[in-house]
């Protein structure tokens, strides 16, 4: 996936867990961080796995001592995983009990179409969180 893909996929996750917006903005922002991994090998263990984005989230939650922001950063990764598990180069998740990469492909390719579709899906799902925590479909 893209970053912008991996940014409104993370941003609606995010935005079941808390509807913050300065966290939801940081999950959006954190997102596109595994794949800074681009000049070691991209999707390698060490950012691709769910060893790896447990470390990351502690390493934050070290240095902020913040449930709330611990939990953002967990599911703001949790995201980017799993929108790249659904691709078929898929990623290592398990590592390092299982060093292959492991691939659930839902979309056939992951050209601009599909990155566009995944963004627009994440985009959706956050409005309608957003929409349903100012009480838009409440029925009187
Ligand atoms: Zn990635």
Known sequence: MLWYA????????????????????????????????????????????????SVMSVIIYFFARDVALLITVFIALGSH??????????????????KKSISIPLFPSTGRKTNKLAALIGLCILSLNLLASFGYFINY
């Open 6 to 53: 991996h940014m409104l996929i993370a941003a609606a996750a995010v935005s079941f867990y808390t509807l913050n917006p300065y966290l939801i903005l940081l999950g959006a922002l954190v997102a596109v961080v595994p794949d800074l991994d681009h000049p070691f090998g991209h999707r390698g263990w060490f950012s691709h796995s769910i060893l790896a984005i």
């Open 81 to 98: 995983l799993l929108a790249d598990l659904i691709t078929k180069s898929g990623i290592p998740l398990l590592y390092p009990a299982v």
